[in-house]
Nanobody, 119 residues
């Protein structure tokens, strides 16, 4: 079993930056990928970014391309989301999760970390 803990959220002005972290604990860590999702009040949870553990290939939602960068540190079992040029519409609770295999559902959801972007 894997437990994920997000951190790094906070309040930032539009145009600013934040760096989110998601640390995994448990047995040997070998996911297929890890992803970031977000959920704004009254809206459904949406995909933000994903990184394939082997090789580090990243994928991004169109809404964050060019602004967000996902990375991983295998030695620390941790993934990061560098968020630049933040916009008020980025305000949401950000969650991380993992997939064990291609085609599998994301699981082991963390508790989330709040990101608030003021105009």
């Amino acid at each position: 079993q894997v437990q994920l803990v997000e951190s790094g959220g906070g309040l930032v002005q539009a145009g600013g930056s934040l760096r989110l972290s998601c640390a995994a604990s448990g047995r040997t860590f070998s996911p297929y990928s890890m992803g970031w999702f977000r959920q704004a009040p009254g809206k459904a949870r949406e995909f933000v970014a994903d990184i394939r553990w082997s090789g580090g290939t990243t994928y991004y939602a169109d809404s964050v391309k060019g602004r967000f960068t996902m990375s991983r540190d295998g030695a620390k079992n941790t993934v990061y989301l560098q968020m630049n040029s933040l916009k008020p519409e980025d305000t949401a609770i950000y969650y991380c999760a993992l997939r064990l295999r291609l085609g599998a559902a994301f699981g082991s959801w963390g508790q989330g970390t709040q990101v608030t972007v003021s105009s």
